[in-house]
């Protein structure tokens, strides 16, 4: 069995990592986050185009490039090399994979070509106040209203609401626990009763909103209280996504602290030359290496659907982890430099510690883990 990535793959990541880097440098980046949408609907639009970025794993029948999960975690890797800012992750790798798991095929026809084309923009409203990453948190109300629904209920740290088309939003029937009466809705920006507010995030990159709903009008997606299953699944892609960023993000803190590390001279020699120096980049790249192994994994077995919810688990707490280390490791390597707010290191240890909390932190993928090993 061959787990390398073909030379169609290597060739599509040497693309995307040209792309990146042309059109997202660190001066961009500081930036588009510092605006209002908090990304370059411009550039969004032209990789769209050219690329085929927001469909690259969507079925062709829904306009997209029928490419399978290990492309799609490419484009995360090398977006998390950059900090790409952008509605990607929200719109595909959340409310894309939740309408294509738990929606009916109208459904499906008629709301994937726009998100593949880069013309709609959408997202995932999970978290509740008080409430955890697991399906039994969820409480927001369902009023049944002829053939669609009303909803009431507070969501919180919803990422980049304020800019999406669609929101799909989970909500409980009442009286049902666990998978059960789990159902998935769609709601429209301009919704009447829907209220946006954008959260100061840790991570400027990622823009957040709280959403409040009042009695406001949606479509239920897919079957009457079928949801629980495919919002499950979405949800261990997402963490596989992610753990796919933070790998790309963990390389690019070596890749920086390495050559940091070259061109700092302190005693008439580079800093890279004394030992301590030396264990810290050595152990980084152990963690990065196992980080990347785990992430790989994990989409191969989203793509081959094997194993994949413990695959899921094991490596967003892995790349969480490693992550966190590099980032903070980066920013100790560079000294009193890295702590400054046009330097780039900080903006790096703010994207591991946002990924870290996003789906879940790795004491709850662990406990996960656990109860999925049968402890």
């Known amino acids: 069995m061959n787990f390398a990535f073909s030379d169609e793959q290597e060739a599509f990541r040497a693309e995307l990592r040209r792309c990146f880097e042309e059109h997202a440098p660190t001066t961009a980046v500081f930036r588009w986050m510092e605006s209002v949408e908090g990304f370059d609907r411009a550039l969004w639009k032209r990789l769209a185009g050219e690329l085929g970025l927001p469909g690259v794993h969507l079925p062709e029948a829904y306009g997209g490039q029928g490419f399978g999960f290990l492309e799609l975690g490419i484009v995360l890797e090398e977006a998390g090399r950059v900090l790409f800012p952008s509605p990607f992750f929200s719109t595909i790798c959340l409310a894309a994979n939740a309408i294509l798991n738990a929606g009916n095929e ?3 026809r008629a709301l994937l070509p726009g998100i593949a084309s880069g013309d709609t923009l959408a997202t995932l409203a999970l978290l509740e106040p008080g409430g955890d990453w697991d399906l039994e948190s969820i409480r927001l ?3 049944m209203d002829g053939g ?4 009431s209920g507070s969501k919180r740290f919803v990422t980049d609401a304020a800019t999406a088309d669609l929101i799909v939003v989970a909500a409980r029937r009442e009286g049902a626990r666990g998978l059960d009466g789990v159902d998935l809705f769609v709601v429209r920006r301009d919704a009447p009763g829907l209220t946006l507010t954008p959260v100061e995030p840790l991570d400027a990159t990622r823009k957040l909103t709280h959403v409040e709903l009042m009695r406001v009008p949606a479509e239920p997606l897919g079957e009457p209280g079928g949801a629980g299953a495919a919002l499950a699944k979405t949800l261990d892609q997402a963490r596989v996504a992610l753990a796919c960023e933070s790998a790309g993000g963990a390389q690019r803190c070596l890749d920086s ?3 940091w590390a070259k061109q700092r001279v302190q005693f008439a020699r580079p800093i890279g030359s004394f030992q301590a120096i030396q264990h810290k980049c050595a152990e980084v790249l152990l963690e990065v290496a196992s980080a990347q192994s785990a992430a790989h994994f994990a989409c191969w077995a989203a793509q081959q659907d094997e194993g994949f919810p413990l695959a899921a688990a094991t490596a967003k707490s892995f790349c969480d982890e490693a992550y966190l280390r590099a980032s903070q490791e980066n920013l100790h390597i560079h000294g009193g430099v890295g702590f400054t707010w046009e330097a780039e290191p ?3 240890f703010k994207r ?6 996003l789906l879940g932190p790795p004491a709850f993928q662990r406990a996960r883990i656990a109860q999925l090993l049968g402890f």
């Open 106 to 108: 109208a459904q499906k």
């Open 257 to 259: 602290a390495v050559a």
């Open 148 to 151: 669609g629904a009303r909803l």
């Open 352 to 357: 591991a510690k946002a990924n870290e909390t």
């Open 346 to 348: 900080h903006l790096y």
């Open 141 to 143: 109300a369902v009023e």
